[in-house]
């Protein structure tokens, strides 16, 4: 079996290219650029590596990324590609055009373990992590996607780990394609312009931040114990007081001084002043910046999106307070790909109950 080169960090690459085939270390630099920055999959094509290179190359590796199964593009400009990977699973990947900056959200895990109550992915169980070549393969098709060559504009400037699953649950492969993102080589992107969204896996914060510190957002949802509970499973391990000591802890080394709270707002579930008055409380405990997710809905969740005017007044309340606060715009909503409509398509091999269990002890 040829080796899939997107599968291989800036480091596993080196090796193959001096180990495996014989060659200097400047070669596997070569090469990541023709694959990454240049979008480049046929070794024919890669000009300045030498025949005989190219030849090795096309008898020993490949460059495959995720099977597309579907593209589709929203009204407001907002594109996501559905990726077939394999055995009837399917994941999705979002890309977000803004006047100053295009944003693409990546999976992680086909499906989740975590079972957040108003998330669909949750709702659908979990089949699987995926490798390091279907997450960066999910960069590598957008930009191809949008146009990348030698030469050409880049229109991905930021990439938020905020699709299907939870990347710290799918810690190595995360870790791995995060530093193709920042490797100079391939997508050259600064730490700022990477987010890791997690549910709070606390010992697994600690270890982004040891190993690879980017830009954190931390889905919070719920201001106090008991909501969480209800809301994400996770909150029964890793109760809040744990998981705001852990993102002091990573704003030593993060390459932001604020952590992003990420806060879906459920009508008459977590929207009340009280609810603002315990986040306020939060605030003052970790600095953060607040950003508010209009609920989207799916079928059969059992919730519906807080109102517009208590959206307002809940932001307000929090601005009033000094904590920074921003909604985020609901996007590509007509083509089912806004926070939280992920769904892709998942063979759930994890029996639900057996998971909430292991996810509460
Ligand atoms: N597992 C990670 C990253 C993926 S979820 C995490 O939970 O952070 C990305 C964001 O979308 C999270 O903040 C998540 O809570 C939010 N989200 C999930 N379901 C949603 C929904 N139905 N409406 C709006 N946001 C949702
Ligand atoms: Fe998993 Fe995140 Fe959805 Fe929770 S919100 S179920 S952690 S993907």
Redesign the pocket.
């Known amino acids: 079996m040829p080796v899939n080169l997107l599968d291989l960090d800036g480091d596993q690459l080196t090796r193959f290219v001096v180990a495996g085939l014989g060659e200097k270390p400047f070669r596997a630099r070569q090469l990541k650029r023709w694959m990454h920055r240049f979008g480049e999959a046929d070794f024919s094509r890669m000009s300045d590596l030498a025949k005989s290179l190219r030849d090795k190359l096309v008898l020993t590796a490949s460059v495959t990324p995720p099977v597309l199964a579907a593209d589709n593009l929203a009204e407001d400009g907002t594109r996501k590609w559905l990726l077939d990977v394999g055995r009837g699973n399917a994941v999705e990947t979002v890309f977000i055009p803004e006047a100053e900056r295009g944003t693409l959200c990546v999976s992680t895990?086909a499906g989740?373990?975590?079972?957040?109550a108003?998330?669909?992915?949750?709702?659908q169980g979990f089949n699987r992590n995926l490798s390091v070549s279907e997450i960066i393969g999910q960069l590598w098709l957008a930009n191809r996607a949008l146009g990348a060559s030698p030469g050409g504009d880049r229109r991905i400037s930021n990439v938020v780990l905020m699709g299907?699953?939870?990347p710290l649950l799918n810690f190595e492969a995360t870790v791995s394609a995060l530093r193709l993102m920042l490797d100079d080589d391939a997508y050259g992107l600064s730490r700022r312009r990477v987010t890791v969204?997690?549910?709070g896996l606390v010992p697994m914060i600690d270890r982004l931040r040891d190993e690879c510190p980017v830009a954190l957002a931390v889905?919070l949802h719920a201001p106090n114990d008991a909501l969480r509970d209800r809301l994400?499973p996770?909150n029964r391990q890793y109760p809040l007081a744990e998981l705001l000591a852990s993102c002091r802890r990573y704003l030593d080394r993060a390459p932001r001084d604020f952590v992003t709270f990420e806060y879906v707002m459920l009508a008459g579930v977590n929207d009340a002043d009280e609810h603002a008055r315990e986040l306020i409380g939060i605030a003052a405990e970790v600095p953060c910046k607040m950003n508010l997710i209009p609920f989207n809905p799916f079928p059969d969740s059992g919730f519906t999106r807080s109102p517009r005017e208590v959206v307002r007044r809940f932001s307000e309340m929090l601005n009033a307070a000094g904590v920074v606060t921003t909604t985020r715009k609901t996007r590509g909503e007509d083509i089912d790909a806004a926070c939280?409509q992920l769904a892709g398509k998942i063979q759930d091999r994890t029996r639900r109950v057996l998971r909430i269990e292991r996810a509460a002890s």
Do not use: V
């Not at 989740?112 to 957040?116: G, K, S």
């Not at 108003?118 to 709702?123: E, L, P, R």
């Open positions: 895990q989740c373990t975590l079972a957040c108003f998330c669909s992915t949750g709702k299907m699953g939870e969204s997690t549910s889905s994400m996770i939280g």
